[in-house]
């Protein structure tokens, strides 16, 4: 089982990034799945959930009505749609499966800056 996270970057405030999650070893449709971040000098947190079929999305307060979560199942990938970037949003971003909760991945680097 593995998840492989990329898009990450360096942007100004307001703007826009596309995270994306890869995984392998399992049937991505059989798991909810989840994106998390840890800032610096931060605990780790979760930022937005997406049932196994998308029927159920939830986002942290932080992010709601920014942030937009979105799977597709056919191709094992799971995505994370960041508009209105702000500083507080810099942050190690990591995918992560809720059956399998203790395979994280490499994280992708999101930096807020102008």
């Known amino acids: 089982v593995q998840v492989v996270e990329s898009g990450g970057g360096l942007v100004q405030p307001g703007g826009s990034l596309r995270l994306l999650c890869v995984v392998s070893g399992f049937t991505l449709s059989r798991s909810a799945m989840t994106w998390y971040r840890q800032g610096p000098g931060k605990e780790r947190e979760l930022v937005a959930f997406?049932?196994?079929?998308?029927?159920?999305?939830n986002y942290a307060d932080s992010v709601k009505g920014r942030f937009t979560i979105s799977r597709d199942n056919a191709k094992n990938t799971v995505s994370l749609q960041m508009n209105s970037l702000k500083p507080d949003d810099t942050a190690v971003y990591y995918c992560?499966?809720?059956?399998?909760?203790?395979?994280w991945g490499q994280g992708t680097q999101v930096t807020i800056a102008s």
């Open positions: 992560n499966a809720r059956l399998w909760p203790g395979v």
């Open positions: 997406i049932g196994s079929f998308g029927g159920s999305i």
